[in-house]
């Protein structure tokens, strides 16, 4: 039987950071991916030689607040990393449909409060005092800052108020509330859901800068492959735990594997959905409570992405942009599911070199619910019904239709590449429901988080603390302090 101080299950961006630092502190590792290849939503697919990004598009954390860098510089994977900025305000920009008005933003937190200010002279002490908590809040949460000496985060006041109360007492301007809210598209959840302090935790890093990284995902798993196999962490794709055995003393004694082998550990990190981690541990081996806990957690959005080639001839290469059409001002009510019209429709441009020829693409992500899809759950890829298939076209027809109002200069230049629902989010990525950030952030709402369960299982993710690339990294050092002595941990942040 084979022996292991940690098992990490799930190889996105949080078990990479997971399995790299425990590696890194001279353990023994094994890292678990279901499917055939490790790094789950960072990864790129390629159709007709062109590459596109299916999870990760663009990230905060590079500039002026540098979490996202500081995580990258204790792994030593800095240097593999390349940001490219959106500079230009041209290229940050929200539209309203409804409203045919148009609003632009520079990088950097005071610049995004001085556009803002000028949209809205109006509004000012409003827009001064939503950015003065989204800081406070940011300059208060010690998970983001990883040299920080570890301590249990105490709730702040913020945790308990939902982001759509806190707007409602600063303004009745639904348009600039709608703006302060924009950022709800990297998190997932409405604005009457999820908390003023985690809305702001997500958010402060793209106030400061907004980055697409070169080769896309792809750079992620590039360097982390290289870094673990640096440190002999072991990575077994196709591969899942079974089921949990030997259980003696509310720890689990053997860990089976889908192959039939078995294997100890003094560890085991789960960085999946919590669903998946409950199919893992077998309800008739867990508790009610645990059980009731997951299954009462909701899924946050998801989105319906199409893949798109710019085919004018004399157009100069894209500088990377991330613009958002929204058709209404009302964003709890276009994140309902039973609400029907145009959903908010986020468009990521960019270039990229393919056979030394600079290809200009969108990645034309549309906001979608299970709801939307729930009626074909029983299909399987490649084998959905000519009524799904008719769904696709029809979305897809339809955001094409709004790229081209609203961008003339698209019109007859737009190939669809390829389109994907929540149904292939699901079944590529091992989601049970293909939503884009787990479960949703809820006010009030106790994550899977830390010890699960049993002594020896963890949980982790972006279903932990928070969505996204900077979450799902932030989770991975946060569960390694609980591994890791005190002083380990210390040493190890220090060296780095």
Known sequence: MNNYDDIVVGSGISGLTTALILGMNQRKVLLLE??????????????????????????????NDLILSDMLSVLSLNDDIHPEFIKNPEDNRFIFENQGKSFEFHSGFEQNKKDMLSYFPDEKNAINSYFSKVKNVRMNTKAMNIRAEFVMQQPLEEDFIS??????????????????SAFSMCHGTEPSQISFANHSRVTYSLYESIARVKDGGNAFIKAFKNKLKEYNVDIKTNTFISSCEDIAKRKVGTFVLNNGIKLKADNCVFTIHPEEILKTFQEKNT?????????????????????I??????????????????????????????????????????SEEVKNEKINIINAFELSHWEHVKQWADSTTGKRSIEYKEYKKNRTDRIIQRITTMFPEYKNC??????????????????PYGSAYGIKQKIGQFNLFGRVQYKNTYAAGQSSILPGVLGAMMSGFTICRYILSKEVYAKFIENN
């Open 34 to 63: 279901k499917s055939p290849k490790i790094g789950g939503s960072l990864s790129r697919f390629y159709k007709k030689g062109i590459p596109f990004d299916t999870g990760f598009h663009f990230t905060g954390g590079f500039a």
């Open 287 to 307: 508790s009610k409570a645990f059980i009731d806990r997951v299954k009462n957690f909701e899924e946050s959005v998801g989105f319906f992405l199409t893949f």
């Open 309 to 350: 080639k710019l085919t004018k001839k004399d157009q100069k290469p894209l500088n990377p942009a991330v613009i958002t059409l929204y058709p209404d001002n009302d964003l709890d009510k276009l994140f309902d599911p039973k609400y029907k019209g145009d959903l908010p429709l986020v468009l990521v441009k960019n």
């Open 414 to 431: 737009l190939e669809v590449i390829d389109s994907a629902s929540m149904l292939t989010f699901r079944d590529y990525l091992n989601n």
């Open 163 to 180: 982001l759509k109360e806190v707007l409602d007492s600063l303004t009745d301007n639904k348009t600039l509330k709608t703006l302060f």
